[in-house]
Every structure is written in structure tokens, then in C-alpha cells.
């Protein structure tokens, strides 16, 4: 088993090779394979430490295609079950020069979405150091809401790590107070949560990245650490005890698209506490992740490895503690 252990379903994405198009008039896609826990489990393994993903896909070619995938990207495969009755989910998404482009989702009663509880039994925790749970994969089905809250519960009870970051995604929970309501509750089994400014301002009604952290800080005895994600700004880190302090973000002049920065910011803490190094250390190193991220169009082909995560630093004249 694994040190890093995450659930959620793999996007099959659709991307316009048309630039600034819109969905409706373009005729040329590639095709590439997203999903926000999956592009976190590929960038901590391509920075070099072993992963598991829980999922669910289609006997379809597009399932294929995210297994396939899936283990190219060396990401462990054990507990990612095949649904013979449920197709894959996809999305179709536009090439922007700037700014977020516009997607398309066709993931409603995908095979991810049937991904229930009792499989999940079969998990084996013993060698998990860390786990990353985020708000999507509850905002699928019933299902998957009942599923992830077992694995949430499992985790708790065998005390691992639990890092969360709430991917507010309305389109899929369809109810906004049911969103607001159950993702700050699954915030509350989380060591370290790490909200974006914008979802402070949905979840708690402030995008203060203090007030964000404090709300969190508060609500649960577990919670021991916030990281706020401010954009190009970077990210404010505050602990239960300790005054909260800004890791500045990393100028980037060239942004190709948005998507996956986030990710990449978790992963980067992620990959960095699992090296044991200070949260300082980790905050810098999910900037600079969101920032290799950012310059590339697709969901996880800028994350990097150490090789060129160390050159990157030596570019800024940073370095880790
Ligand atoms: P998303 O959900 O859209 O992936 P998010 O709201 O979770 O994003 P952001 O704050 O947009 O997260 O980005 C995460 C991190 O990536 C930021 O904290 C920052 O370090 C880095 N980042 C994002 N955008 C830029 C940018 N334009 N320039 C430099 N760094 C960036």
C-alpha cells in the first residue's frame, strides 16, 4: 500500500483545439484525462512518492483511456473498480488565451458516481501517511456521498492525516445551502483544509483569508492548520497556535489557463509534509506548483518532478527548510 491515498473520479476531458471558440462552434478536440483528486495523486507521485486512488470506471474506451492513463502515471490502480453498467464521465472544455475557460460536464450517473461504500471496506490504510479528500466526489451521487463519508469516518477512527480542500463545484451539488452545510462539515475531520479566497466568501461569507482560517480553527479540535489559496498572491498559513503569516506566490508572465492550480497547491503541501518539511516550506512549494501549473493548458502536465522542481527554485534563488 501507499503513502498517499485520495477518492475521486477521473474527467476525461474533451479540450477545443480551437483558441477562445466557444463549445457550441468547435469542431477540433484533443483529448486529455483531469479529475481535481486524480491530478493530485499524479503530481505527488511524479514528485517521487508512491499513491493509491479509489475510483470507479466504465467498461467504455474512455475508461480505458483513464486506466491506461492512470498507470502511465505510475498512480496505484488496486482499489480503481470497473462498473459495467455506468459510462465513464467527460467534459468537454474550451482553449482560452486568458482568463478560465468555459466546461461542459456529462458526468451525471457516470460509473465514479456509483461508487459505493462497501468496497471500501477492502481499503488498506495501514501504510497511508496522507490523505487527500475534497468536496467533488460527495457532490456526485447519493452514492458517492455515502462512500466518501465512510472513508472519511475510516480515516478519522485509524487517525491518519486528512487534508481537505473543498472544490466547491454547485453545479454538481445542485443546492447551495446543502453544499455549504456538508462541506464544512467534512471540513471538521480534516487536519489541514485548504480553502481558496473565493470559497471563503461562499462558505463562511468572508474571503479574508483570517477569518476564513479562523472559522476552521474554530469550528473543530482537529483541524490544527489552514492554508488559504490567494491566487497569484499566494497563500496565508495559520496553525491553532501561532500568528498567521503570507507565503508569497511566484510571478508568472505567461498564464495559459487556471485549471489545476489548485491542485497543484495541494499537492505541493501535500508532497513537502510527506518530506517532512516546515509549513512555510510547504505553503512555498504549493505556490510554486500552482505557478509551473498556470503556464500549461492542460489539468496536470505542468506539475513537476524534483529535477525540475529544484530548478525552479534555483531560478527564484529560493529553497526549502
Ligand atoms: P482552482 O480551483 O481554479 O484550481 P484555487 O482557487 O483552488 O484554484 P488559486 O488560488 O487560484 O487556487 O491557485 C492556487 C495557487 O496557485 C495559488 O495559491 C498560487 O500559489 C498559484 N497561482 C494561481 N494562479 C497564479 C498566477 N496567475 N500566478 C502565479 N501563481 C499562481
Known amino acids: 500500500m501507499s503513502e498517499f491515498l485520495t477518492i475521486g473520479e477521473p474527467v476525461v476531458t474533451f479540450m477545443s483545439k480551437d483558441a477562445d471558440a466557444s463549445l457550441v462552434d468547435t469542431i477540433n478536440y484533443f483529448k486529455l484525462l483531469g479529475g481535481a483528486e486524480l491530478n493530485v495523486a499524479i503530481g505527488v507521485q511524479r514528485l517521487g512518492h508512491t499513491t493509491e486512488y479509489v475510483s470507479r470506471l466504465g467498461a467504455d474506451p474512455l475508461g480505458g483511456y483513464a486506466k491506461k492513463q492512470i498507470l502511465e502515471h505510475g498512480v496505484g490502480t488496486t482499489f480503481v473498480t470497473e462498473d459495467a453498467d455506468n459510462w465513464t464521465g467527460f467534459q468537454l472544455k474550451q482553449m482560452v488565451t486568458t482568463g478560465d475557460p468555459q466546461t461542459f460536464n456529462y458526468r451525471t450517473?457516470?460509473?465514479?458516481?456509483?461508487?459505493?461504500?462497501?468496497?471500501?471496506?477492502?481499503?488498506?490504510?495501514?501504510?497511508?501517511?496522507?490523505?487527500?479528500?475534497?468536496?467533488?466526489?460527495?457532490?456526485?451521487?447519493?452514492?458517492?456521498?455515502?462512500?466518501?463519508?465512510?472513508?472519511?469516518?475510516?480515516?478519522?477512527?485509524?487517525?491518519?492525516?486528512?487534508?481537505?480542500?473543498?472544490?466547491?463545484?454547485?453545479?454538481?451539488?445542485?443546492?447551495?445551502?446543502?453544499?455549504?452545510?456538508?462541506?464544512?462539515?467534512?471540513?471538521?475531520?480534516?487536519?489541514?483544509?485548504?480553502?481558496?479566497?473565493?470559497?471563503?466568501?461562499?462558505?463562511?461569507?468572508?474571503?479574508?483569508?483570517?477569518?476564513?482560517?479562523?472559522?476552521?480553527?474554530?469550528?473543530?479540535?482537529?483541524?490544527?492548520?489552514?492554508?488559504?489559496?490567494?491566487?497569484?498572491?499566494?497563500?496565508?498559513?495559520?496553525?491553532?497556535?501561532?500568528?498567521?503569516?503570507?507565503?508569497?506566490?511566484?510571478?508568472?508572465?505567461?498564464?495559459?489557463?487556471?485549471v489545476g492550480a489548485g491542485d497543484g497547491f495541494a499537492l505541493g503541501v501535500i508532497t513537502a509534509l510527506l518530506e517532512d518539511k516546515s509549513l512555510r516550506s510547504a505553503a512555498m512549494r504549493g505556490n510554486a506548483v500552482g505557478a509551473l501549473q498556470v503556464q500549461t493548458p492542460g489539468d496536470n502536465d505542468g506539475y513537476p518532478t524534483p529535477e525540475q522542481l529544484k530548478a525552479f527554485y534555483e531560478a527564484e534563488g529560493v529553497s526549502e527548510d
Open 109 to 258: 450517473g457516470s460509473a465514479a458516481a456509483h461508487l459505493s461504500a462497501d468496497v471500501l471496506d477492502d481499503v488498506k490504510l495501514d501504510d497511508v501517511k496522507i490523505a487527500h479528500m475534497s468536496g467533488i466526489f460527495p457532490a456526485l451521487s447519493e452514492t458517492s456521498n455515502q462512500a466518501f463519508r465512510h472513508l472519511m469516518d475510516r480515516l478519522v477512527a485509524a487517525d491518519k492525516l486528512i487534508t481537505f480542500d473543498p472544490n466547491l463545484r454547485p453545479a454538481l451539488w445542485n443546492d447551495d445551502a446543502r453544499m455549504i452545510r456538508e462541506i464544512n462539515e467534512f471540513a471538521k475531520s480534516a487536519d489541514i483544509i485548504l480553502p481558496g479566497m473565493n470559497e471563503g466568501k461562499i462558505l463562511m461569507g468572508s474571503e479574508d483569508p483570517k477569518d476564513i482560517a479562523d472559522f476552521y480553527l474554530n469550528q473543530s479540535d482537529r483541524t490544527k492548520v489552514v492554508i488559504v489559496k490567494v491566487g497569484p498572491a499566494g497563500a496565508y498559513v495559520q496553525t491553532r497556535d501561532a500568528e498567521g503569516f503570507m507565503v508569497p506566490g511566484f510571478k508568472v508572465n505567461n498564464v495559459v489557463d487556471t
